[in-house]
Every structure is written in structure tokens, then in C-alpha cells.
């Protein structure tokens, strides 16, 4: 590697690193904060005008994401050892309780037999990443309401039991959340997500009273961050694939290449390995985790084709080629990180959705790129 090179390596990782120190000081500081993709004028263009606010947002993901997604499946591709998963997500239930318009597991566009995970199934699977040597993100939620599984305080203390080093967030809708169910939680996960879906830009009353106390009892929550985002119930998001209800996936094709069957391990409750979060309806199968060793199917020549298929661009890949589901932010991050060769770096990266601590850099001119300054587009807001 030339000195020049080494120096910019060295550059971004310092420049992360003061990221997430900065993440650090402030949820040592603060254990919650409150924020909105664009602020209250993203939540208000997203609620008057959810076409035109959907249009826009995946047009600024995608150029946020450059290259750094072209360059994590090349890279993937060409180590002599297949690298591991960056996020693990297993979908312990497949129910949900609430009515956000844009996802399939809402209770009105639920289509799946309900399923949940055995806890023989949980545990193996827990027990083969440990033995796996995994590090990094954990998720014990997918198209689904964690708080629905009556298990999930238990899952998440075998999984900090077995996997001490990983990243555990759990991303929540709230209906169900109460102070005493994050006391249960907080010791076994780093940060919890709480998604106010509502039609309005206020606080439901319970996430206001879990907002308030933690506000003034930061001692009691200081080993979690908390982040609540305000989010619009009626939202149009991605179409994922056509899985999403109300944005249908049209004949338009998309080239980009997609980060996720590189960075994820998707697993249903019935222990099926699919493409991603977006195949809701188990199109795809890589494996049945009740048959197969998780290893060997992520490393599996079935998912590697895939993926060779996806690095030339998702229309290469026929269950993908209309899907504009877009993997900026929190993966995009990732990626880089672990390219830097900062594994540990990237295991620290919150799951927050927003682009808040992604170190970006915008598209310049053919195969050049501006490294640009860190663009805050997730507010911190005080309680609304
Ligand atoms: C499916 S939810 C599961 C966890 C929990 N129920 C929640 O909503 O936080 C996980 C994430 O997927 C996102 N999501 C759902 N439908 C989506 C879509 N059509 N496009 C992009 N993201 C979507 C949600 O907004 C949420 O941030
Ligand atoms: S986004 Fe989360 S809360 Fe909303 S319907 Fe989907 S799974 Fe449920
Ligand atoms: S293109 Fe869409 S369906 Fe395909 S892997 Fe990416 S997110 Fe999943």
C-alpha cells in the first residue's frame, strides 16, 4: 500500500473514531435523545407529500452511498477466507401490532402463517455464531415487533451471554414499551431503538413518560443509548423488493449493487436463510439452519452466486432487479469501516437508521469521489 494511501486509511479511521467518541461522550451524557430524518420540516414533507419526500430521500441515499458499496462487494468477493456476517437478524416472531403503511408485517398486510422460533433453533443458532467467533451486530427482530415474543428479555440475555462482543439493538415500535420492560432489556443490549410511528409529530404518551424519566435519572439507563425517531405512520419508504404496501415494485430496473447478502444474515423464525429483510415471503432460500450449519450456508456456493450476481448490480439477481431498497447509513458505514480494516470500529456503529454518524462521501466526477464532512440530516430534537 502507497504512503499516500495509508495516510488516508489512517485519516478516515481517525476521523470515525472521533465520530464515535463523539456518540460516546454524548450517550454518556445523554442515554436518549429524540430524532427525525430531516428534522420536523422532514417529517411534515414526508406527511404532505409522501411520493415526492420518498423520491427525494432514496435519490440523497444513494448518492450518500457513492462508491462504498461497489467496493465492499468487490472487496468481499476477492478475500481468500469468505469474511463473516456484519449484522445477524433473526426474526424470532413474525407478528406485529402495528399499522405503518409502508411495511409488510403491518397487521393489515400480514400474509405469513404465524410463526415463532423454537428455543432449541434460538439457542443453536446463538451457539454457532458463538463458536463462529461473532462480533459483530446482532438483531433479534426482523419484519416484526420484538415485544410481541414473550421471550425476547430471556433471548437477549443468552445472546450477551454467548456473543459478550456483539453489538445488540433492538429496534421497537413502543406500543408495548414500558420503563420496566427497558430495565429488563438494558443490561444485555447497547442500544434501543424506539420508533414513534404516528400521524402526527408528537410523542406517544408512554414513549413521553419513558422520554421524561430517563431525562432525569441518566445514572439509572447510562450502559444504553436510547434513540427515539419520529416517524410518520403514512410514510412511503422503499418498495423492498414489492413486498412493501404501498409502494408496489414497478417494471423499472435498478443497477446499483446492494450491500445487504454481503453485510447480512437474514434467518425466519423457521430457520430458513434468506436473501434479506425484504423477502418477506421466503421467495428465496439459502439454507434451512435446522439442517445446515450456519457457516456453510453463508458460505454456501448458493448465497456466493448471488452475491457475484449482485457486485455486477442488483439487476443481475432476478428477486432483486426491481428492488430500490437502499443500503446507505448504517451499513454503508459499516463497509467502510471493515474495509479500513477497523473491524472493531465497525462493530461500535449504532443501527440507527439515519445517516446521523455515517462519514460520508459524495460522488465526484467519473470514479473520483469527494471525501466530504460528516452531514448531520438526523436532528436531535427536543421533545415534541
Ligand atoms: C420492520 S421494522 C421491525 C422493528 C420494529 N417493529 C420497528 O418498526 O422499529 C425495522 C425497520 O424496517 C423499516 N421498514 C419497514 N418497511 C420498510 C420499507 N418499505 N422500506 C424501508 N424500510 C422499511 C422500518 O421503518 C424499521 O425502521
Ligand atoms: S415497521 Fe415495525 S412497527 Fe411498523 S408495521 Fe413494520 S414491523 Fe410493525
Ligand atoms: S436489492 Fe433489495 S431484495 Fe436484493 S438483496 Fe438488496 S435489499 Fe434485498
Keep these: 500500500m502507497s504512503r499516500r494511501k495509508r495516510r488516508i486509511q489512517q485519516r478516515s479511521i481517525e ?30 414533507a414526508r406527511r404532505i407529500a409522501p411520493n415526492l419526500a420518498s423520491g427525494a ?28 456476517p456484519q449484522v445477524v437478524n433473526i426474526e424470532t416472531i413474525n407478528r406485529c401490532n402495528s399499522t405503518c403503511a409502508f411495511c409488510t408485517a403491518n397487521v393489515h398486510a400480514e400474509k405469513r402463517p404465524f410463526r415463532k422460533i423454537s428455543d432449541d433453533l434460538y439457542r443453536s443458532i446463538i451457539d454457532q455464531l458463538a463458536d463462529w467467533g461473532y462480533g459483530g451486530h446482532l438483531t433479534l427482530y426482523g419484519n416484526n415487533e420484538p415485544l410481541l415474543d414473550t421471550g425476547i428479555v430471556e433471548k437477549h440475555r443468552y445472546a450477551r ?42 410523542l406517544h404518551d408512554n414513549i413521553r413518560q419513558i422520554y421524561d424519566y430517563v431525562r432525569t435519572h441518566e445514572e439509572e439507563f447510562r450502559d444504553i443509548e436510547i434513540i427515539i425517531q419520529m416517524r410518520y ?10 413486498s412493501s404496501p404501498n409502494k408496489k415494485a ?14 447480512d444474515l437474514w434467518i425466519t423464525p423457521n430457520g430458513t436463510v434468506g436473501i434479506c ?19 456453510e450456508i453463508w458460505e454456501g456456493e448458493k448465497l456466493q452466486a448471488a452475491r457475484r450476481a449482485i457486485a455486477q448490480g442488483r439487476d443481475r439477481y432476478p428477486f432483486c432487479k426491481n428492488c ?24 461500535r456503529i449504532g443501527g440507527e437508521g439515519a445517516p446521523a454518524r455515517t462519514p460520508c462521501r459524495l460522488p465526484f466526477g467519473k470514479g473520483r469521489r469527494l471525501p466530504c464532512v460528516r452531514r448531520r440530516l438526523s436532528f436531535s430534537l427536543s421533545a415534541p
Aim: aromatic content about 12%; glycine content about 8%; charged content about 30%.
Design 15 to 44: 476521523r470515525r473514531d472521533a465520530q464515535i467518541g463523539m456518540g460516546e461522550r454524548k450517550f454518556r451524557d445523554m442515554s436518549i435523545r429524540i430524532s427525525s430524518f430531516m428534522g420536523r420540516f422532514g417529517f411534515e
Design 57 to 84: 430521500y432514496l435519490k440523497l441515499q444513494f448518492a450518500m452511498r457513492g462508491h462504498d458499496g461497489d467496493e465492499y462487494c468487490r472487496w468481499f468477493l476477492e478475500q481468500p477466507q469468505i469474511p463473516m
Design 161 to 202: 451471554e454467548k456473543l459478550p462482543e456483539s453489538f445488540i439493538f433492538m429496534s421497537t415500535n413502543g406500543l408495548l414499551l414500558t420503563l420496566d420492560r427497558i430495565r429488563e432489556v438494558q443490561p444485555y443490549i447497547d442500544q434501543l431503538i424506539i420508533n414513534n410511528y404516528a400521524e402526527e409529530y408528537k
Design 233 to 242: 405512520l403514512q410514510e412511503v419508504l422503499t418498495n423492498r423488493a414489492g
Design 250 to 263: 414497478t417494471e423499472k430496473v435498478y443497477t446499483k449493487t446492494c450491500l445487504l447478502p454481503f453485510t
Design 277 to 295: 429483510c425484504c423477502d418477506n415471503l421466503e421467495v428465496t432460500d439459502f439454507g434451512d439452519v435446522n439442517k445446515t450449519p450456519l457457516r
Design 324 to 347: 430500490d431498497f437502499i443500503d446507505a447509513g448504517f451499513r454503508t458505514a459499516v463497509a467502510r469501516a471493515v474495509m479500513d480494516g477497523d473491524q472493531a470500529g465497525a462493530n
